[in-house]
């Protein structure tokens, strides 16, 4: 799986051209983790990463399954806002396969997977989780 192509694309997508997602999400969107220091957070802010997935190495199909997982955090004591930044995500990014730009790839669908998850943080901050499924089949 050529992952920093995946995440590459997923940014741009998300990030890149302007959309209520990005509107929204003032911290921006990091890799893994946020580098900031703590006291430099701005918020909303989110972090995108991939939490599993499979690959079908079958002749005929070649397809990739990575699981793409974005989790969004806020310190806003409603959790109004975090769950909004979560709604434009999901308009976004749920089926949003025919705007996904790929090189070595041609995306098949975007799915998202599970159910959103909603918690507070050690900080007391919020934190928004939705995972997605890409469906990817490899250009020969």
Same mark, same amino acid.
């Given at each position: ?8 694309? $997923? ?5 890149? +051209?302007?959309?209520? *997602? ?9 890799? /893994?983790?946020?580098?900031? +220091?703590?006291? +430099? /957070? =701005? !918020?909303? !802010?989110?972090? !995108? ?5 499979? #690959? %079908?190495? %079958?002749?005929?199909? %070649?397809?990739? *399954?990575? =699981?793409?997982?974005?989790?969004? !955090? %806020? ?13 434009? &995500? +999901?308009? @976004? ?8 730009? *790929?090189?070595? #790839? #041609?995306?098949?669908? $975007?799915? @998202? ?8 943080? $050690? &900080? ?11 469906? &990817?089949?490899?250009?020969?």
């Amino acid at each position: 799986m050529l992952l920093n192509e995946i995440k590459q694309s $997923v940014y741009n997508f998300l990030m890149v +051209d302007e959309n209520p *997602f990005k509107n929204v999400l003032l911290g921006g969107l990091h890799y /893994v983790h946020n580098d900031l +220091d703590p006291d +430099d /957070v =701005i !918020y909303p !802010y989110g972090i !995108y990463n991939f939490a599993g997935g499979n #690959y %079908d190495g %079958d002749s005929c199909t %070649d397809l990739e *399954f990575p =699981i793409l997982r974005i989790t969004m !955090y %806020d310190n806003n004591d409603s959790s109004y806002r975090i769950s909004d930044c979560g709604e434009k &995500l +999901d308009t @976004r990014l749920n089926n949003c396969q025919m705007n996904l730009v *790929f090189n070595s #790839y #041609y995306s098949l669908s $975007v799915r @998202r997977v599970s159910p959103p998850i909603e918690t507070k943080t $050690v &900080l007391n901050n919020w934190q928004h989780s939705r995972s997605y499924k890409l469906k &990817l089949q490899r250009k020969n």
